[in-house]
Every structure is written in structure tokens, then in C-alpha cells.
């Protein structure tokens, strides 16, 4: 192996000799405490400690990396201790996800390392939004995301790349390809000669050394740090390496011809460059041999500290606390007698007064989505936006919503606030992944928040289709550490999309398309809060409730219009999580006959939640059983005749008839 040192000075050479080993003596050690049982799992990365470790060294100790399973160097080069280290991997409660994440699936905000997703892929992005942060700030700093040579073939590696290309984003993305994505070869992995030359298919640079050198590793990204930040571009590299052990410890190395190890084993990454050094007189055996003594001393205080944990007692309720990061600001709600004088807008426009005023509010707050610049998005609510706040803030993206996703939890890791525009809620399904398992579960996870709204125009009436109608919020519902909200006025679109948007938490919050220009309703031009979570009284009435929310309150509201015999109760929910038990109590109590009306299909819809709760807690309060009305268990039709007989309000008279004459 071919060191050349340039004009390193030896004590960094030194250095870079003792971080390379310190991960290679805690892994060893690792792994004979994996076979005493007193860790559960393992992802070697023996043999591949010059990547994360050169990666680490050539950077600032302030900007961001989003490494893998296999990292732990990148983690020791952050000078984490490694007690607390060890405590993370036994689960223990003083650990860095204080018992809710296994192995390298945890970060840190002090050390600016990004914990992993098992999904592997989806890091990529996030380092494309820290990019963005730093690209907006005029910070002249990188993000770096790894990958393995697996990771590649995700749809998440085309688009951060993508992203990072037609945005100019200062990042890095480092391939740590080390023949194997678990069993499976490179061969049955990738056709392209390199992948370091799908760099050229984006638009950047790319560029492939050899993994296994320190020194190589090291000074390429340095080299490509100045680069990025220079030219604020990316860079794709892709370091050569092998996996000495199984995929993880369990799982065994069958597969791997014998001649190929021994050829990996000549190249050992630490090996090679202890020899260098001796040969060059920068260090004497003697020395070596007084680093590992001493690393081994540290090792054995360290995890003899990492014992001392306490046993884990849970606690129900900081693990439900734990879900959220704590609002952060004075909320402005408003008052009543404010609503009476306002102006008649339309929902439309309470939903781009609220984004507007918003935008006014926080000088750190980036629009993203689809066509949302100049041409004012789909619906056209940003309209006007580019021009009075600029395309820095107010940005167009490529179609590829999982990365949007991510790169908006990105820029909220840099202190940003994001709102992602999808262009409709049913496009939600390709950024799903980024929704639920990282916006959702990351502050429980490790304490990091997603400062994120998501827009989604949904539902139907519109004559648009299976896939331009849809009703998915009960998706994002059933996943604990979402906010869902879902306004059915302009007033309240207004003051919960503001709300939304200071909440430090990802909220989705979902907007009817076919309200948008329909329904009219005053909006005070004031910057207000309406409380997430709190349900709204629409009129009172004793014969029968109806809950509801979006277009199925103004189909009750119609209806009650259209039988003014009949006295009816309707409460708005307004959110969906969390819920407002308190009021559905109050709206049960008032009638006893409860009707859930809602467009989402019946099955599985949120009125089922709601009426198991009801069962469960005002059981005795009830006259009739409850009653849900929701739209064919089918997807939504185009052609308006069916639809209409697919949507819940062609089938509420018949429900409310069956109520009232119970
Ligand atoms: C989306 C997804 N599919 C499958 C897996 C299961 N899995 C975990 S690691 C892995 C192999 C990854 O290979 P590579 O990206 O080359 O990284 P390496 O493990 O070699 O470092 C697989 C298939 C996963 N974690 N995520």
C-alpha cells in the first residue's frame, strides 16, 4: 500500500494512527463480549476503519455526518465517550437513546452525528437539507452522508443525489463499498464499472480511492471539503474496502471465498499503516506498543463504568413526553370577538394568509414542493410567494418526494423550519418512508426535532381519480409522534396552519381540495394560533351528534340546513392527533345518538378509533349505538356518478334516519 504523507506534520499523522485503532481495539473487545452475551448485536467493521475515521478527522468538528451501521469510527473520531457508548448498546437508560434504539441507530446533536434509520438509504437526504442550511446561512461548511454499496441501489441514493446536484449543495456522499450488501455481491448488486460514475449521471463529480488507505481517505476529503464549499457543490466518492466478518456477527461469512479474505486481510487498513509508520521512523515499536496499553486500560474503565448503569424502570409517562419536542414560543390565540368583524375570505386564501404571515414571522422558514415558485404551485396558494420572499425560501424541487422529506428534517437540524408542499396528498406514499420512520419517531429516538410541516391537498369531490383524491390521513394517525390536523374553515386553516408551523414538531396537515375555492368564512387579517389538538363546536343540538371533520362537517352542516326539524350536534375535530377527548366526551353527553361522519373508506378510518373510545369511556351516556358513515371500502372513481355514490355524504341520510329511529 502507497502512503504519501504531503505535508502532514507527524503528530497528525500520529493521530490519525491512534483514531484508527482505537475503533479496532473497542471492536475486538466488542466482540467477546457479544459472545458472553452482554451485547445482543454486532455490525463489524473491521477492515473498514480508515473510512469512517479519514471521513471524520478531515472534517469540522460542527458539521453534520450521517453515518451507518457500520461506523463506529465515526463515532470515536467525535470523541464520544465510549462508556456512555456501551451503555447505548446494552439499551441502558444513560445511554444515548436512553434504551429505545439498538446498536448505531442513535445520534447526537452535541457531536452532530445523525442517527441511522434500519432503511439505510434515507440519510442521504437529510444531509442534503443540513446542506441547504449551511448553503442559506453563507456557512462554509459540508454535511457528509455514508452509504454502503447495498444502499446504492435504493431510490433514496438517486434522489439525494439528485437533490444535492440541482440545488448545489454542499454535501458529500461517501460509498464505503465493501464487496457485499449482506450476502449479496456487488455483481448481483450494480452493472455500472464504478459507482463512483454515477456521479457524472448527476451532474457532479465523483471520484473512487482506496478505502483501506488512511492517509488517501483523509486527504481526499479534505481536498473535497474545500471543493464542496468552494464551488457549493457535491461530491460523490467511493471508498474500495472489504467486510472482513459476517453482515453481522450471527449471521456468518459462508459466502465469501476464502482467497478473497486472505487478498482483504494483506490490505488491513491498520496494519499497512503501522508499517509505514515504523518505517518512516514516525513511531517505534515501543510506542505502539505503550498506545495500546493504554488504550486497552481506557477500554476496561470505560465499560466497567458502562456497568454502572441503573436497572431500567419505565415510565409510561416520559416515554409518551418523550414523543415531542416542548413548544418553544408564546402561542397568540385568538380572541372571539376578533373573528365577527373580519373579512369573508375564501379556504384558499386562509391557508396562503397563514403560510404568508408566516413566512413574514420566521426569516427561517424554506418552502418546498413542486412547481411552488414562480408558477405558485398546483393550487396556486404560493403565488406571489418567490417573488416577496425569493427562490432561496420559497424553492422548486425535482420530483422526488422522499428526499424533500428528508432534506426538510435536515434544515431542521440546522435550526431551520421547513414546509414541504406535496403537490397531493396521495403523493405522500412515495416519502412515506421519510414521514413515519425519521420525522416521527427521531426526538423519541434520540431527542432531535423535525421542525416540519407537511401540506397535504386531499380528498375528493373533484371528479380526479383513484390517485389525485384520496384520503390517507388515518395512515399518518396510527403513527405515534405525528401532529395531524385537518381544517375545515378558512379561519381555522389559518390559525392552525400558523400553529403548525411554530410547533417544533411534523405536523401534517391536511387542506380539501374541494373546500379551496367553495366555502367562504371569516379570516381576521391579525397573525393568530388556533390550538392544535382542540375541537371546534359547530352548533349545538339535542337530538343527534355528529363528529366530523374537513368536507364532512360542511355535508352536516348542510344537512341539518336541509332538515331544520331535526336538532343537530356538530363538532369539528379540527385534529385528528391528538385528539380532543374532552370534547367528544361533551358531544356524546348532549344527545346520546352519535354518528362518525367522515370521506376517508370505512374500514380502518378514524371513526372506528373514535368509536371504540366512546364505547370504552361514555358507554353510559349512549341511547343508540354508534354510528360511523364513512365511503366505500373501495378506492375513490373517477367518473362523477360513482364517486358520488363511493363518498360517505350519499349515504348520511340513510345513517341519520337509522339513528334518529333507533
Ligand atoms: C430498505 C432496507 N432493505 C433491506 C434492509 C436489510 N439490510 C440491512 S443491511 C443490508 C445490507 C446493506 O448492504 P450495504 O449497503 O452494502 O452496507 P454494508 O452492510 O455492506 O455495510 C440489508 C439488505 C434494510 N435495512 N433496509
Known amino acids: 500500500m502507497q502512503f504519501n504523507r504531503k505535508n502532514y506534520p507527524d503528530e497528525e499523522l500520529l493521530d490519525l494512527y491512534k483514531n484508527l485503532l482505537l475503533p479496532r481495539m473497542i471492536e475486538e473487545k466488542m466482540l467477546v463480549l457479544l459472545r458472553q452475551g452482554k451485547i445482543s448485536k454486532w455490525f463489524s467493521g473491521i477492515g473498514q476503519e480508515a473510512i469512517s475515521v479519514g471521513v471524520t478527522m478531515a472534517l469540522q468538528a460542527d458539521e453534520w455526518i450521517m453515518p451507518l451501521h457500520r461506523n463506529l469510527g465515526v463515532f470515536t473520531a467525535r470523541k464520544m465517550p465510549l462508556s456512555k457508548l456501551f451503555k447505548q448498546w446494552q439499551g441502558s437508560k444513560d ?8 446498536s448505531f441507530h442513535f ?64 454535501v458529500i456522499f461517501v460509498i464505503e463499498n465493501n464487496g457485499y450488501g449482506l450476502s449479496t455481491p456487488v455483481s448481483e448488486q450494480y452493472r455500472c464499472f464504478s459507482l463512483a460514475d454515477r456521479a457524472k449521471g448527476y451532474g457532479m463529480e465523483g471520484i473512487q480511492i482506496d478505502g483501506n488507505n488512511i492517509l488517501e481517505v483523509y486527504d481526499t476529503i479534505k481536498r473535497l471539503r474545500k471543493y464542496c464549499i468552494e464551488n457549493q457543490k457535491p461530491y460523490l466518492i467511493e471508498c474500495m474496502t472489504f467486510r472482513m466478518r459476517g453482515h453481522e456477527e450471527a449471521s456468518g461469512i459462508k459466502y465469501v471465498p476464502v482467497q478473497l479474505l486472505g487478498l482483504w486481510q494483506q490490505k488491513d487498513p491498520i496494519k499497512n499503516y503501522e508499517d509505514y509508520l515504523l518505517k518512516e521512523g514516525i513511531i517505534t515499536e515501543q510506542g505502539i506498543t505503550d498506545i495500546r496499553k493504554a488504550f ?76 411552488i415558485a414562480e408558477y405558485g404551485g398546483a393550487f396556486k396558494i404560493t403565488e406571489g ?40 396528498a396521495d403523493f405522500a406514499t412515495v416519502g412515506f418512508n421519510q414521514i413515519i420512520n425519521n420525522l416521527a ?145 361533551a358531544a356524546v353527553k348532549a344527545t346520546g345518538k352519535v354518528l362518525l361522519l367522515h370521506e376517508d373508506t370505512l374500514t380502518g378510518g378514524i371513526g372506528g378509533e373514535i368509536a371504540a373510545w366512546i364505547a370504552e369511556h361514555c358507554f353510559e351516556y349512549l341511547d343508540a349505538p354508534i354510528l360511523r358513515c364513512g365511503s366505500l371500502d373501495s378506492p375513490i372513481p373517477f367518473n362523477i356518478e360513482l364517486e358520488n355514490n363511493f363518498m360517505a355524504h350519499s349515504r348520511l341520510d340513510e345513517c341519520v334516519e337509522k339513528l334518529m329511529n333507533y
Open 107 to 170: 445520534g447526537n446533536k452535541e457531536h452532530h452525528i445523525c442517527g441511522m434509520i434500519s432503511h439505510l438509504g434515507p440519510q442521504m437526504a437529510i444531509a442534503d437539507g443540513v446542506a441547504l442550511a449551511h448553503k442559506l446561512s453563507n456557512s462554509e461548511k459540508v454535511s457528509v452522508a455514508f452509504t454502503g454499496d447495498g444502499g446504492t441501489s435504493e431510490g433514496d441514493f438517486h434522489e439525494a443525489l439528485n437533490v444535492a446536484a440541482v440545488w448545489d449543495l454542499p
Open 441 to 585: 419517531k427521531i426526538h423519541y429516538r434520540w431527542g432531535q426535532n423535525a421542525d416540519v410541516v407537511i401540506r397535504m391537498p386531499t380528498g375528493g369531490g373533484v371528479g380526479a381519480g383513484p390517485f389525485h383524491s384520496q384520503s390517507n390521513e388515518a395512515w399518518f394517525v396510527h403513527t405515534p409522534g405525528l401532529k395531524v390536523v385537518y381544517p375545515s374553515t378558512p379561519m381555522d386553516a389559518k390559525g392552525l396552519l400558523i400553529a403548525a408551523i411554530n410547533d417544533p414538531n411534523p405536523v401534517l396537515f391536511f387542506e380539501h381540495k374541494a373546500l379551496y375555492r367553495s366555502i367562504n368564512g371569516p379570516v381576521p387579517e391579525t397573525y393568530y394560533e388556533i390550538e392544535i389538538g382542540k375541537a371546534r363546536l359547530v352548533q349545538p343540538g339535542d337530538d343527534i351528534t355528529i363528529i366530523t371533520y374537513g368536507a364532512g362537517v360542511h355535508w352536516a352542516i348542510q344537512y341539518a340546513k336541509d332538515h331544520p326539524g331535526l336538532s343537530m350536534y356538530i363538532l369539528d375535530l379540527r385534529t385528528l392527533l391528538p385528539l380532543d377527548y374532552d370534547a367528544i366526551e
Open 95 to 102: 445511554g444515548y437513546s436512553k434504551g429505545r434504539e439498538r
Open 385 to 424: 410567494f418567490a417573488e416577496a420572499f425569493g427562490k432561496e425560501r420559497v424553492r422548486n424541487t425535482p420530483i422526488c418526494e422522499s428526499a424533500i422529506v428528508g432534506a426538510a428534517l435536515g434544515l431542521s437540524m440546522e435550526g431551520y423550519k421547513a414546509m414541504m408542499e406535496m403537490q397531493f
Open 296 to 371: 486497552k486500560e481506557y477500554i476496561e474503565t470505560e465499560l466497567q463504568a458502562g456497568y454502572n448503569s441503573a436497572p431500567m424502570v419505565p415510565d409510561t409517562k416520559e416515554e409518551l413526553k418523550d414523543l415531542f419536542a416542548s413548544l418553544n414560543h408564546t402561542q397568540i390565540f385568538l380572541h372571539p370577538s376578533q373573528a365577527k368583524a373580519s373579512p369573508e375570505k375564501r379556504f384558499i386564501d386562509g391557508i396562503k394568509e397563514g403560510l404568508y404571515q408566516s413566512m413574514e414571522k420566521h426569516p427561517n422558514l424554506v418552502l418546498m414542493g413542486q412547481d
